[in-house]
């Protein structure tokens, strides 16, 4: 008989190599349920304290935070305040640029609507991050990605604002 991963959590899991624990499952799981919000350590932590039958220490979810980000499961983001924010890696986050709102942390690619202004510019920005990498590996740096993101309020946090008057 085989030990097969019998859900899709536990498949990703043994195809990055790591061992597929109890907290493993939950933070993954967790943070996939929630794909386009970015969350804080502590703010994860909180998050997973009504999920967990027992709450993951910090230190040990700060760890697995740390492994998952390291074999491209979760990606790490730091935001203007200069904190670390995680969230499911998004298939597209290597090749669309995308907008973080700085209240709700909704992590948006900036295609669709935007396709059209973005379009002819996301070729040669593209093209150019590309460039740039190739550069750096002839240089003999390894394991590098390249992030675009706009940094801002979205529409729905700024029109829900105190204090905002809509135009």
Request: glycine share 6%; charged share 20%.
């Amino acid at each position: 008989m085989t030990d097969r991963p019998s859900d899709p959590i536990d498949t990703l899991l043994s195809a990055h190599g790591l061992r597929r624990t109890a907290a493993a499952r939950l933070v993954l799981g967790w943070l996939l349920a929630h794909p386009d919000t970015s969350y804080t350590h502590a703010q994860l932590q909180a998050a997973l304290a009504g999920d967990a039958e027992e709450a993951l220490d910090r230190v040990t979810l700060y760890r697995l935070i740390d492994r998952l980000t390291q074999v491209g499961l979760l990606l790490c983001r730091v935001d203007a305040k200069r904190v670390r924010r995680y969230q499911a890696m998004p298939s597209s986050v290597h090749a669309i640029p995308h907008f973080e709102c700085q209240s709700c942390h909704r992590d948006s690619p900036l295609d669709g609507a935007f396709s059209g202004a973005l379009k002819a510019n996301a070729n040669d920005l593209e093209r150019a991050a590309q460039t740039a990498l190739e550069a750096l590996k002839a240089l003999g740096y390894q394991g590098m990605s390249m992030d675009f993101a706009v940094r801002g309020v979205c529409a729905d946090c700024a029109s829900t604002a105190p204090g905002t008057a809509s135009s």
